[in-house]
């Protein structure tokens, strides 16, 4: 019997241009489950195994606050990629019938999620992933509470993170995070995770990978590629000059950027570039009409991303030099 799988995400505010399509990828993948707690009242078209609950911030703040004896200031919702290690906690009678229990987020389009994570692996391991993007994690009354033990002996860390409306990371990579809880503690976690995570330092779809030996990001060569997602399958088309490759992926991850949906909401097959999702111009395809396959639009995401960045140190510089605040 398969393994009940059930995604936890708390969003609120408006969500992407492109969240049918999310949805739509979770369609498709029929047999996992996602539970989400927003205050968004927009009209979606919501899958059987997509649940939406209706609920303002501040009432999840007192959801939370009620499962701590400290005081969670919890000012933002972007704090929440902090508690997102312990949805598993928070919400445990929403998840009871399920064997594991995730976090993730709505910038993504999935794969067949079950080609990749497999019974096998959900047998063997206590959790799935490392990003705050895409997680799972066994649902038991142990690891649902593993946010609260310590790492290496010391003072467990959640209570400071909790209490403080600064953004730790806790939910992700290897600084003084969830993961690093889970290995002191000799919990098993699956890594080798397939997904297409595009670098955010470039207005190219250049994929980037953490190097699990030294916990820095590598980041590939541009390529002549292109994303397709076709009837649930996400495909990259790449060609060196010589030669087709196709590459299948858990999932794309958009992260800060911004897309343009040319396409009908309830499209089947289009590709995938920067920045938009578009209609494709050729299948099958084939090296010999991959050229005839537009494969980027011009955009500002790279310029916008460095003006954000630009303002942000502005504005801390300010704040050091005139209210000595950091």
């Known amino acids: 019997m398969k393994k009940k ?36 009242k927009d009209e979606y078209d919501y899958p059987k195994n997509v649940k939406r609950i209706e609920l303002g911030f501040n009432d999840l703040r007192k959801k939370i606050q009620e499962k701590f ?32 229990w995730g976090y993730c987020d709505t910038d993504l389009i999935f794969e067949n999620i079950r080609k990749f994570i497999t019974d096998d692996i959900l047998d063997n391991y206590d959790k799935i992933g490392y990003l705050g993007h895409f997680t799972l994690i066994k649902n038991t009354s142990e690891l649902n509470r593993a946010f609260a033990l310590s790492i290496d002996g010391e003072t ?11 953004n730790y990371s806790f939910d992700e990579e290897f600084n003084g995070s969830i993961n690093n ?7 098993k976690i699956f890594t080798d995770m397939n997904e297409a995570g595009l670098y955010t330092k470039t207005s190219n779809f250049k994929l980037t990978k953490m190097d699990l030996l030294n916990h820095k990001y590598n980041v590939e060569k541009l390529k002549k590629a292109f994303f397709v997602y076709d009837n649930g399958s996400l495909l990259r088309y790449s060609n060196d000059g010589n030669k087709l490759t196709v590459e299948e992926y858990l999932y794309i991850h958009f992260q800060s950027r911004k897309m343009k949906v040319t396409i009908p909401m309830n499209s089947r097959r289009y590709k995938i570039i920067p920045n938009s999702f578009d209609d494709l111009e050729k299948y099958p395809i084939t090296i010999s009409n991959f050229n005839k396959i ?3 639009h011009f955009n500002f995401h790279y310029f916008r991303l460095r003006t954000c960045n630009l303002i942000d140190k502005i504005k801390k510089y300010i704040r050091m030099r005139f209210y000595g605040k950091s």
């Open 181 to 187: 809880i889970f290995i002191s503690n000799d919990y």
């Open 69 to 100: 004896d400290f005081n969670i200031p919890l000012s933002k919702p972007y704090k929440l990629c902090d508690f997102k290690v312990s949805y598993g906690y928070i919400f445990e009678d929403q998840i009871r019938d399920f064997d594991f």
């Open 294 to 296: 537009k494969r980027k």
């Open 5 to 40: 799988i059930c995604f936890i995400i708390p969003y609120f505010g408006n969500f992407k241009n492109y969240f049918q399509l999310f949805l739509n990828s979770c369609r498709l993948n029929s047999d996992i489950n996602w539970l989400i707690i927003t205050d968004n």
């Open 156 to 166: 467990p860390i959640y209570e400071k993170i909790f209490s403080s409306n600064n």
